[in-house]
């Protein structure tokens, strides 16, 4: 799977998954939010792909630029049933910014109860539009409003944790730009040990994220 990272003028940033021999042609060919990310780096970038776009994925994973062998690993043990290897491999150290703020992402309208205070760590509330129902994107001092299309791959993914795995995704898009220093969801199937959220979480460390899963209950 060759993955590219695409964006326009009218407020949209994302990837592009183009299928190989071999690759499984995903539904949806591309993973966007309805906002112009400035800060791209490319190792959060492959890690957000691989969550997206890994389940299509047969034998490689082919980014436009290098991504650094620690987080190229992470993405290899991502998928424990498959043989996936990242193209190319910087043999550099992770270079990805640090971030003090925690993002409380979500798809599904649950309210992340939250004061910011000086002193704390700066809470940001990141809120994620179905693309079939809202354009575009509202940011404030401590929440970003905006479209994106992790609802429809969430919808079609083959596995059951495609709903948890997009919003991270999402999420780590964004990171760079919002200064984070890690991701909150809210998640009522998965349990914390599992050994998706265990991959979740060294995938995530791998590029100075932390990752917290909390049970928000459904309101």
């Not at 995704?169 to 998965?190: E, H, K, M, N």
Request: with cysteine; glycine share 8%.
């Amino acid at each position: 799977m060759k993955i590219q990272w695409t964006r326009n003028d009218y407020g949209r940033s994302g990837l592009l998954a183009i299928a190989e021999d071999g690759d499984t042609q995903p539904p949806i060919e591309t993973f966007y939010v309805d906002y112009l990310i400035e800060t791209v780096d490319q190792d959060r970038l492959a890690i957000a792909a691989a969550l997206v776009f890994g389940p299509y994925t047969d034998t490689r994973l082919v980014f436009e630029n290098p991504v650094s062998s620690g987080v190229a690993r992470a993405i290899e043990n991502l998928y424990p049933d498959k043989a996936i290897r990242v193209e190319p491999v910087s043999y550099s150290e992770n270079h990805s910014p640090h971030g003090d703020s925690l993002l409380h992402v979500n798809s599904h309208y649950r309210d992340t109860n939250f004061t910011n205070h000086v002193g704390q760590q700066r809470q940001v509330r990141v809120t994620f539009q179905p693309t079939d129902r809202s354009s575009g994107g509202l940011l404030t001092m401590d929440s970003l409003d905006v479209a994106c299309n992790s609802w429809l791959h969430a919808e079609l993914r083959p596995d059951a944790h495609g709903d948890v795995l997009c919003t991270i995704a999402g999420g780590i898009l964004l990171s760079s730009d919002l200064s984070a220093a890690g991701i909150a969801i809210c998640d009522t199937s998965s349990q914390e040990g599992s050994p998706v959220y265990s991959r979740a979480t060294r995938l995530l460390e791998s590029v100075g994220l932390s990752l917290v899963l909390n049970d928000c209950g459904a309101h």
